[in-house]
């Protein structure tokens, strides 16, 4: 991009993964009739006041110390003051001046970067999401307003400006959403909007000076993301080479059009009179309790993806496709536990399942494949007495309805056809019809044979095995 | 007219001996504010069905031998700024016309348990922003002693209530003298407890870090009783203190030989101060003394900035507590506006008093960017320090003795225009709700027929103290059985 460098911070909110909010007992729901999940707290009645929701800052603790943050002993809630329908209160309740924690990093690994990158995370605070406005028509018919949204616990992660491009704009993102579902901080489920990200960007020569940057707001996807963070790199780059200048502003990003548009210009900033909320005590972590969630939080991705690597014998491809999300980690574990064979299994996995899954837009914990029966699904076929074909073809029933392979095997007939008395006289007929490629065979054409076994194979359905139909072909070829 | 209640202490032993009943002190306390209200304005909304219903109960379980504690049955009043379900709750405010709440304050949960009978909504400064009950939408409370005065406020309904004996116990809040300088300004007793004592649950926001909620009665025994019945931790306040409820009633005997009192020089002699006043609260320090209390001066040496300090950091919270007040969800909402901003300004303009609105404007500024560290973190550095002239003084002291007002009661009217003049008149109060800690303001005498208050301090976390001293200069005097003469 002639000699400009882009350089890109994100600040990504969170929902956590409580059951209810961050400062009453409403239950969290989505998809629930309007302003039936609330409360006098939440919906800022006259005298209601907040209590802090402890589920939820062990759920923060654990994404701060996943992501190597310094957790501080004593943070502060702070009263974010503006005016909207969808904040009851008239303000938010964020933290500001002392965030929960500071000072982390995780690593990224773009797609074809040979190295892994060390992205730094300025700070993780914890705080609660504001309501919905739902305008309708022209305005006409008012504004709707849903509160059942009001005082969902979020936490803010603010990286650094560290991120160089898009793909790595996308590749810190998948990270840190594979982190917070291993922790279990959050689902963040990106349809429900549990994972919302805002892109700072600017360029600049290398080694300049930070150029004037701008803000995308609300982008809701890893592909929003990485089209409008490199849509701005374009577009600024081109302002610069066309002798402009760079205005500070909020953008916002169309997905479909990808085209962005200016929200708001810096110039008429907002005054958030920020100060500590009276009703809220400082919270106050020390340091036993601390230790206790890390030594409690699972093994992580990264950790996992090098554990992949040297135990199982597998490359760094498949280590990390297999570690993206934990409940695949795990069943790749267990399954390669009761089989015996880690590569074997990783292969099924990767090959077969995962792109069944992907079909059916599911996860894998979701499904009704246990490991155990993967196992022996794979089994049966290491033993010869199913064809890796058959296998193959019980694997979306498997997904979607469970079962034992080995019964389902029998059920269907799918037993591997392997003696002489079932398959010689399908032989016979296939050399029968196919003198051309039998000719061919003779003349020294390997690839007929192929084509021969394959035609076997048809009049089995798959079924026989191909091992034994080979013998069996040559010997009477031969 | 109904003769006025006597003291709850008083009504428990009729209740007691079978003398009255629940039923009948109810009747009697809602006669009597029916008939008192056209002059006394103390009332903006009386319960009648609901305080007849919760009678008959209390009564009824008496008759089983299941009275529960010291207010069973006892008729009671609470300030407009503390929720109850299915009543209004307004805080004397038209911006919360026509809304009800649909959940009881920890508070009232708790008189329920005890079995408390409220009769009552009492008025107020609109929001608890006032010391004369004369900013209201309700128009003002006058003082049962001199109907052209002031009962003090903001808890002034409350005050007036108790001093004319419609109720024998009512309850307010106190932000920076709501509860104590109507309790001197109507010659009753006004316990501010020490910040966390009392739940704050369901007690609408003024400014939440200095808020208080507390009893006003005829009696320190009779405060002691209530705060024993209203305390104690409530997990839906997070700055509701972690203790059991208080058992200060069981403190209080008479017996106050060997306390130390101090007498803090910046609130004494004072030039601000009316001479009479600082007259009486010398004799009641010298009676104290008679009652076997070492008095020690001592010296509160930031006291000067306490108002200065107090109104930074109560405006600034008023501003964002206040914030909620915005025509969207209940109350108040103006009609007919073009779009969302001018719903915004006229809801708030329309519904919001002059007083409040300067309040909020003043808090805003307060917390401006550019201003906030000028001000608002300034201010809480200086409170800081103000807690720390406390906690120095309480060394080597169990309470400190001030006057609770440097005047008698003002009449209605002459400090509307003058707003700096009626900060002024806080300057007594405020540090205590800055500290945080406990203080009752109690009758000490008279000047020119109007009553002069004495306030007792005590340290943080314990409001015995302060309740032990009253209760042994009440046993000792006799200004609280003055009463005001109510033409009949």
Redesign the interface.
Known sequence: MSGYEAVIGLEVHVHLATRTKLFCACEVGYGDAPNRNTC?VC??????????NEGAVERALRMALATHCKVQPRSLFA?K?Y?Y?DL????QISQYEEPLATGGWLEIQADGEAEARRIGITRIHMEEDAGKSIHEGSGRDG?R?DLNRAGVPLIEIVSEPDLRSAAEAGAYLRALHAILRYVGASDADLEKGHFRCDANVSIRRPGAPLGTRTELKNLNSFRAVESAVRAEIARQTALLEGGGRIQQATLRFDLDSERISVMRLKENAD?Y???PD????PLVLDEAHVERVRAALPELPEARRARFAQEYGLSAYDARLLTSSRGLADFFEAAARAHGAPKTIANWLLRDVLAALRERSLEIEASALRPEALAALVRLVDEGRVTPASARALVPELLERGGDPAALVRERGLEAVSDAGALDPLIDAVLAEQPAAVATFRGGDEKALHFLIGQVMRKTKGKADAKRVRELLLARLG | MAEPLETVAALRRALDAGATTSAELVERALARADALQPRLGAFVGLRAAGARREAAEADAQRGRREARSALHGIPVALKDNIAQAGEPCGCASRVLEGYVSPFDATLVERLRAVGAVVIGRTNMDEFAMGSSTEHSRHGPTRNPWDLARSPGGSSGGSAAAVAAGIVPLAFGSDTGGSIRQPAAFTGIVGLKPGYGRVSRYGLVAFASSLDQIGPLARTAEDCADALDAISGHDPRDSTSLREPPTRTREALGGDVAGLVVGLPREYLGGDGCDPEVARAVEEAARELEKAGVTLRECSLPHTRHAVATYYLICTAEASSNLARFDGVRYGRRAEGAAGLTEMYERSRSEGFGREVKRRILLGTYVLSAGYYDAYYRKAQQVRALLRRDFEEAFASCDALLTPTTPEIAFALGERTGDPLRMYLSDVYTVSVNLAGVPAVSLPCGFSRGLPIGLQLIGRAGSDATPLRLADAFQRRTDHHLCRPELPA
């Open positions: 006098p919906l800022a009645l006259p005298g209601a006041l907040p209590v802090l009263r003051n005016f329908p009851p209160k008239g303000y504004t307003v005054d009179r920020y100060f009276p009703d809220l005590l």
